[in-house]
């Protein structure tokens, strides 16, 4: 557990840019890291849970598509923080701010 606790991850929001057209899908994680990865395998594999970024990544390939981070959460060992809600709120309001919708975006209203 001590060894876990040392092992500190990148936790945040981060973006997936399609540089052909500017449109975004906005997420968030708790390892920024472990997750460009599994977007990636995702996409290779054609089994991508956003059905339109998947067409787009198939049709374009993947040197079409740049991730990004766009905030990052800075870790506080002083206190107990649930990390997983504080970048799912800070997510909301990237995409509040965002607004990566139709023709801006991946993302669907109503889901994360």
Known sequence: ??????????????????????????????DLVAIWNRQKVQLSF???PNQELQNDWKELGPEEFEY?????????????I????????????FIEELQPFGEKGYNKKGNK
């Open 68 to 80: 990004e981070i766009i905030s990052e959460l800075k870790e506080d060992d002083s206190k107990e």
């Open 82 to 93: 649930d990390y997983k809600k504080e970048v799912r709120e800070l997510e909301e309001l």
């Open 1 to 30: 557990k001590q060894e876990y606790k040392l092992h500190k991850t990148k936790k945040g929001v981060y973006q997936i840019r399609n540089k052909r057209n500017g449109k975004i899908l906005v997420g968030s994680s708790t």
């Open 46 to 48: 054609g089994n991508h």
